[in-house]
C-alpha cells in the first residue's frame, strides 16, 4: 500500500473512531435539563406523548465499550490499520502457504506408504487407494468407465479383470498411465480379400477351442499375417500390447462384425501420457487403487458406464 493510501486509511479509522467514541463518551455525561415533571417538556401527538429522559441501558454501554476496545485490539494484532501490518505479522498470503504446507505434508504421508508397501497390496480402503479413485474419477473415468471395467466404444482396455495388454507388473502399469501407450493394428481388408477375411475371423473367434484346428484355411492366414504381433497361439504379445485373442474379452467387440471391422479396418487405441499432469506419485496411486479394485472383480457397472456414454454432456458428468 502506498503512503498516501495508508495514510488515508488510518486518517478515516482515526476520524470515524474518534466521532464514534466522542459521541460515547458524551452520550454519558451530557446532562438533559428537565421539567418539574421529569420528562424535557416536549410534547407529541397533540400532548398524547411526552418525551422523558432516561439513561443509556447499562448492557448497551457495556457492550459497546468492548466494541471499541475489540476494534482497538483487532487494529493493533491484525492488518488493516493502513499500512501497519499488526503485531502479529499475521498475512491471508501467510496463511494460505501454512495450510499448503500442511496439506503437502498431509499428502505426503499418504504417499510415504507406496515406499514401504507394492502397489498391488495396498488394500482398498487405504488413504492412498482413496486418493488414487479420486484421481481416476477426475481424470480416467470418461474412458475407461467409472468402475474402470473400460469401453469398448474407445476400445479402452477393463483395467480391474487382473488381464494386461502391455503387462500387468506394478512398473509397466505405472509406465502406461504415465507415458500413453498406441496399440496399432494394421488393416488387414484388401490384403486378406473378402473370402481371407471371413475365413480369419472365424478362426479367431474359435481360437481356444478345438473347432480352431479343423479351420485349415483361417489357421493358415492367421499364422503367416497376425502371428507376428498376436503369437502361434493367439494369445497377445504385451512388448506390442498385442492383445489375446483367445479369451472371451475384446477392446472392440467380439460379435462376429465388430472382430472382422477389426482385421479389415485396423485399430489404434490411444491411451493419453499423463506426465505432467499428474506426477508420479499420483500415477502410482490411481495404479494402487486399480490393484485393490481388482481384488474385488466388479463387473456390473459397464451398463451404466454405456448409458452415461450416450448422454448429450459426454465428460462434463465425470
Ligand atoms: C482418451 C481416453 C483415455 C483416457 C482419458 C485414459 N485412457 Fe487409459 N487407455 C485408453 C486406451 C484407448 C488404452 C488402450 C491403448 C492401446 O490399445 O494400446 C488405454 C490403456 C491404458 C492402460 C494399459 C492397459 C493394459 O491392459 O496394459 C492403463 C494402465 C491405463 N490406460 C490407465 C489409465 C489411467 C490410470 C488413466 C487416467 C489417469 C487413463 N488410462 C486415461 C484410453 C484412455
Ligand atoms: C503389427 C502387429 C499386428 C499384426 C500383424 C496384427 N495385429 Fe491384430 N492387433 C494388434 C494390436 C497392437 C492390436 C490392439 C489395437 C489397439 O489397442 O487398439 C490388435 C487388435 C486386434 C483385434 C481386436 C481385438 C479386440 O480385443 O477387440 C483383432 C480381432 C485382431 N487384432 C486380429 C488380428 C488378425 C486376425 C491379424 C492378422 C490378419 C492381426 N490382428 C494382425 C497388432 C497386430
Same mark, same amino acid.
Given at each position: ?31 438533559? &435539563? ?13 400532548? =398524547? ?73 495396498? &488394500? ?30 474407445? !476400445?479402452?482396455?477393463?483395467l480391474v479383470d487382473g488381464k494386461w495388454?502391455?503387462?500387468?507388473? &506394478?512398473?509397466? *502399469? ?5 507415458? !500413453? ?7 488387414? !481388408? ?14 479367431v473367434l474359435a481360437l481356444g477351442t ?27 504379445? &504385451? ?9 472371451e474379452d475384446w477392446l472392440y467387440g467380439?460379435?462376429?462384425?465388430? *472382430? ?42 459397464? =451398463? ?15
Open positions: 500500500m502506498s503512503p498516501f493510501w495508508s495514510g488515508w486509511v488510518i486518517f478515516l479509522i482515526v476520524l470515524n473512531l474518534g466521532i464514534a467514541l466522542f459521541l460515547f463518551v458524551w452520550a454519558q455525561r451530557m446532562k438533559i &435539563p428537565t421539567q418539574p415533571d421529569g420528562t424535557t417538556g416536549h410534547a407529541w401527538a397533540h400532548g =398524547v406523548l411526552r418525551e422523558g429522559v432516561r439513561r443509556l441501558p447499562l448492557w448497551w454501554v457495556i457492550l459497546s465499550a468492548a466494541g471499541f476496545v475489540f476494534a482497538m485490539v483487532y487494529l493493533v494484532l491484525y492488518p488493516g490499520f493502513g499500512g501497519f501490518g499488526g503485531v502479529l505479522g499475521w498475512t491471508s498470503a501467510g496463511e494460505h502457504e501454512r495450510e499448503a504446507a500442511e496439506n503437502a505434508a498431509r499428502l505426503e504421508q499418504v504417499f510415504a506408504v507406496l515406499d514401504e508397501m507394492k502397489l498391488d497390496q495396498v &488394500p482398498s480402503g487405504h488413504p492412498v487407494a482413496r486418493l488414487g479413485r479420486q484421481l481416476y474419477l477426475d481424470n480416467c473415468a470418461a474412458c475407461h468407465g467409472t468402475d474402470a471395467t473400460g469401453r469398448t466404444a474407445l !476400445g479402452a482396455p477393463n495388454l502391455y503387462g500387468g507388473d &506394478p512398473d509397466t *502399469v505405472v509406465k502406461s498411465i504415465l507415458d !500413453g501407450r498406441r496399440g496399432t493394428m494394421p488393416p488387414w !481388408g484388401e490384403a486378406l480379400g473378402r473370402d481371407g477375411l471371413v475365413q480369419v475371423t472365424s478362426y478345438p473347432a480352431a484346428e479343423t479351420m485349415t484355411e483361417g489357421k493358415a492366414r492367421f499364422e503367416t499375417t497376425c502371428a507376428a504381433c498376436h503369437g502361434l497361439d493367439g494369445k497377445g504379445n &504385451p512388448a506390442l500390447g498385442a492383445p489375446d485373442l483367445t479369451d467380439g460379435d462376429f462384425a465388430s *472382430v472382422m471391422a477389426s482385421i479389415r479396418d485396423g485399430r489404434s487405441g490411444q491411451m493419453p501420457a499423463w506426465r505432467g499432469r499428474l506426477s508420479e506419485q499420483e500415477a502410482r496411486a490411481v495404479a494402487a487403487w486399480l490393484y485393490a479394485r481388482g481384488e474385488k472383480k466388479p463387473l456390473a457397472r459397464r =451398463v451404466a458406464d454405456e448409458t452415461i456414454a450416450a448422454a448429450p454432456s459426454e465428460g462434463a458428468a465425470y
